[in-house]
């Protein structure tokens, strides 16, 4: 005996409307299944792709970032180039304008100026003002500075001295800053 003869007639079609719709479920469901493995692959595929684009812009910024340190480096270590260079321009204007007040003070350099082009006397004693103890100096008429009075233009001069120092390596500094290399 069959299956079929087991179920009453008036049931048959229902009973094979739910075997069709049993099947057609399962059907169903592994095409959702199929749907799904598509999908997930799908996505899959678009979400490494996502990752891959990321890691290489991640790679690419740390690239320029390499670029921009070495760039600063190199600024950095001219800018230490240009320091030592006028810190040393300036140790030795020091220096000099050390020597030049030593020099004032212990009377071994004197300071003297040119006299005016109509003017051959240092003053109304009737003497040149090229005559020393020395001798004579032969050339336009000069005349010898108070120590005192050359020792404050030689601090005059070495602050202007200074003062041009810094501006050059304030030039120098602000020159490198904004040079593009």
Do not use: F
């Not at 070495?70 to 040393?88: M, S």
């Not at 020099?103 to 109304?124: E, F, I, K, M, Y």
């Amino acid at each position: 005996m069959q299956m079929i003869d087991l179920i009453p007639s008036a049931l048959r079609p229902w009973a094979v409307a739910l075997v069709l719709l049993a099947i057609a479920g399962a059907a169903a469901g592994g095409a959702w299944k199929v749907q799904d493995w598509r999908y997930g692959k799908a996505l899959a595929e678009q979400a490494g792709q996502v990752d891959q684009a990321a890691r290489k812009r991640a790679e690419d910024a740390l690239v320029a970032l390499a670029i921009e340190q070495a760039k600063r480096g190199a600024l950095e270590r001219r800018l230490q180039v240009n320091d030592e260079t006028h810190y040393k321009e300036l140790k030795d204007a020091k220096e000099t304008q050390q020597r030049l007040s030593d020099g004032l003070a212990t009377a071994t350099v004197r300071l003297s100026v040119l006299l005016a082009a109509g003017s051959d006397r240092a003053g109304g004693d009737g003497l040149s003002a090229t005559a020393s103890a020395r001798g004579v100096v032969h050339g336009p008429a000069r005349s010898q500075l108070d120590p005192a009075h050359a020792q404050r233009i030689i601090s005059i001069t070495d602050a202007g001295d200074q003062g041009l120092i810094a501006l050059a390596a304030c030039q120098a500094y602000a020159k490198e800053v904004s040079t593009p290399k």
